[in-house]
């Protein structure tokens, strides 16, 4: 019996704080669903000329109030099988233990510590980053681009970011030559309030 | 230059050796290419040059086929056991399987994004696209795994005919490179 009290007890208070409505930031979720958002790489070709690629499948959750920008949360996880260069020779070498090692590390992550307000809509996201089972500080600067209701009902807020992050920073073994070291990421995100 | 009852025609010959080159070829090049450095002067030529002889390659063992049901096959030797017969029979229709599939997985790696394979910058063979998700990690998988177990049987193969040639000193091995055995020498295996 009191084993059985103290068991809903803790359901109780789980469930108290589970679904308390949080009354500082929107919860808002990445439309991958509908493709509003996307996650791209940029790295240069033997210094030569820039080679783009993405990842196609990736879904994410952030929580975001434009009046308090500290209390925002952004959390992203990326399928990294579906690295996309419009390349498939290529791709299925990045998918390799050259490069992601999808058999070993099927996902990437980022979640963020931090979000600061640098004005004019601008944000800095640091957060950790795993990437090829390696977990990084990084930085994604970001930029507000609108936000609003969407003509079907609901509401929207949108951002681009972009960072750089190292290959043998990631433990990614395969050179690519001195110039290419340095990938850009960049994201488009839209999220849709809930 | 066709098979007879007792020996291999020359085609035929022919075809099992350039095969039997091809193979052991395009596995050796296969596994030196993979492992390349970017810079690596051979990183891009290896590749394409892997891929046009490997279509090349099934141009010929589709000539080797026809060519094949046109001939007869040359009869067992006398001194083969019957599990000899049986084994030697599986093992050949395991090599035929396995060196077409490993030619058509590999020909889905490189067309899954529907490019097409050019065979020594002279010739385009049309993709047909990606039928199944991830399917150049699917198809690179199986074509690594099922060329590993090509050159084990093929390895194999090469090893009973040696057996055949060195212990049971029969003409097993003679015969696939052109020493034609005669009418009599069966028919004495065949009274002992």
Not at chain 2, 14 to 35: C, E, I, K, N, Q
Not at chain 2, 74 to 91: N, V
Request: proline share 2%.
């Amino acid at each position: 019996m009191k084993k059985q009290l103290t068991k809903l007890a803790f359901i109780s208070a789980l469930a108290v704080t589970t679904f308390l409505p949080t009354a500082h930031a929107a919860d808002y979720v990445i439309d991958s669903k509908g493709a509003h958002a996307s996650i791209n790489f940029k790295v240069q070709h033997l210094g030569y000329s820039w080679l783009t690629g993405r990842f196609d499948k990736f879904s994410g959750s952030f929580s975001y109030d434009a009046k308090n920008i500290a209390a925002s949360k952004i959390e992203v996880n990326i399928d990294t099988s579906s690295i996309n260069s419009n390349h498939a020779e290529r791709d299925k070498h990045l998918k390799s233990d050259d490069f992601l090692d999808i058999s070993k590390f099927a996902n990437a992550k980022f979640v963020s510590n931090s979000v600061t307000d640098k004005g004019d809509g601008k944000l800095a996201i640091a957060g950790t980053l795993t990437l090829h089972g390696v977990s990084k500080e990084i930085v994604i600067d970001a930029q507000t681009i609108g936000e609003g209701k969407d003509p079907w009902g609901g509401y929207r807020v949108g951002f681009s970011g972009t960072t750089n992050i190292s290959l043998t920073d990631f433990a990614i073994k395969m050179n690519l030559g001195p110039a290419s070291d340095n990938v850009q990421l960049s994201l488009h995100i839209e999220g849709i309030k809930q | 230059m066709n098979n007879t009852n007792l020996n291999y025609g020359s085609v035929s010959i022919f075809f099992h050796w350039l095969s039997a080159l091809t193979v052991f070829g395009l596995f050796a090049l296969g596994f030196y290419m993979v492992d390349l450095t970017y810079y690596h002067p051979w990183y891009k030529t290896a590749p394409e040059l892997h891929k046009s002889i490997g279509i090349t390659f099934f141009l010929l063992m589709i000539f080797r086929l026809l060519w094949r049901s046109t001939q007869i096959t040359p009869s067992h030797l006398a001194s083969h056991t019957s599990l000899e017969q049986k084994a030697g029979k599986i093992t050949h229709t395991l090599l035929l399987l396995l060196i077409f599939m490993v030619m058509i997985t590999g020909y889905l790696i490189s067309t899954a994004d529907g490019r097409g394979i050019e065979v020594f910058e002279l010739i385009m063979i049309p993709a047909l696209g990606s039928m199944i998700e991830n399917q150049e990690d699917i198809a690179g998988l199986i074509h690594q795994w099922l060329a590993y177990l090509l050159i084990a049987l093929a390895t194999l193969h090469a090893l009973a005919a040696l057996k055949h040639h060195f212990i049971d000193k029969d003409n097993t091995l003679n015969r696939i490179i052109g020493k034609r055995q005669k009418l009599e020498s069966i028919n004495e295996k065949t009274v002992n």
